[in-house]
């Protein structure tokens, strides 16, 4: 089946850096990816789409610049918090699927710390 | 405009009881339904989907869920839980072109009781 590998599982860092999190489809190619964003014990909130060759499409009330999304292949997104700050602390998915076919499969999940 | 309830947020239940987790959808258009459950710090795995023919879908871990058109559901079954099977349960649906983007419930915790 399809498999989307998201890395890292987990990482802390320091208040104003950015923290790259990539999201690979193994064994297919998807020409969209989600990504979503998860506070404890609620439901994932879709953050934005994330097209092949194309710029993003980010929900509202998601900054644009402090969640650079690229997605430059097939099988690679990528999602860069910039400047991070405690309140970016999140878990944060990926999601994907082959082209033409319905249903998502997840990554993951990136524990996201900012100290 | 497409929207999903979970009403439960949190189910009790013993080890080896049946249990139902309730999934109502409101669509305009035709949609495909899934259920994923969520182990702690972990993504969703898929369970089972809906997408046409039989009403009636069976899943993995003994999973099932029946496609109601009329009432507009998609519950979750399954006939004797175990421990394991305590986590967090979404409900999704999406469009049947396009992107397929989801909506999802706003899930219901599984607790599993010994």
């Known amino acids: 089946g399809a498999v989307v590998s998201q890395h890292p599982s987990w990482v802390i860092c320091k208040s104003g850096t950015s923290v790259k999190i990539e999201c690979r489809s193994l064994?297919?190619?998807?020409?969209?990816m989600f990504w979503y964003r998860q506070f404890p014990k609620q439901s994932l909130m879709l953050m934005a789409t994330s097209n092949e060759g194309s710029k993003a499409t980010y929900e509202q009330g998601v900054e644009k610049d402090k969640f650079l999304i690229n997605h430059a292949s097939l099988t690679l997104s990528t999602l860069t918090v910039t400047s991070a700050h405690p309140e970016d602390s999140s878990f944060y998915i990926c999601s994907a699927r082959p082209t033409g076919e319905p249903g998502y499969t997840f990554g993951s999940g990136t524990r996201l710390t900012v100290v | 405009a497409q929207s999903v309830t979970q009403l439960d947020s949190q189910v009790p239940v013993f080890e080896e009881a049946p249990v139902e987790l309730r999934c109502n959808y409101s669509?305009?258009?035709?949609?495909?339904l899934f259920w994923y459950v969520q182990y702690p710090n972990q993504g969703l795995q898929l369970l089972l989907k809906?997408?046409?023919?039989?009403?009636l879908v069976k899943g993995i871990n003994g999973f099932e869920a029946e496609f109601n058109k009329s009432q507009t559901s998609f519950h979750l079954r399954k006939p004797s839980v175990h421990i394991s099977d305590t986590a967090e349960y979404f409900c999704?649906?999406?469009?049947?072109?396009?992107?397929?983007?989801?909506?999802f419930g706003t899930g219901t915790r599984l607790k599993v009781l010994a």
């Open positions: 999704a649906v999406s469009d049947t072109s396009g992107t397929y983007k989801y909506i």
């Open positions: 669509s305009s258009v035709s949609v495909y």
């Open positions: 064994d297919f190619q998807a020409t969209t």
């Open positions: 809906y997408l046409s023919g039989s009403t």
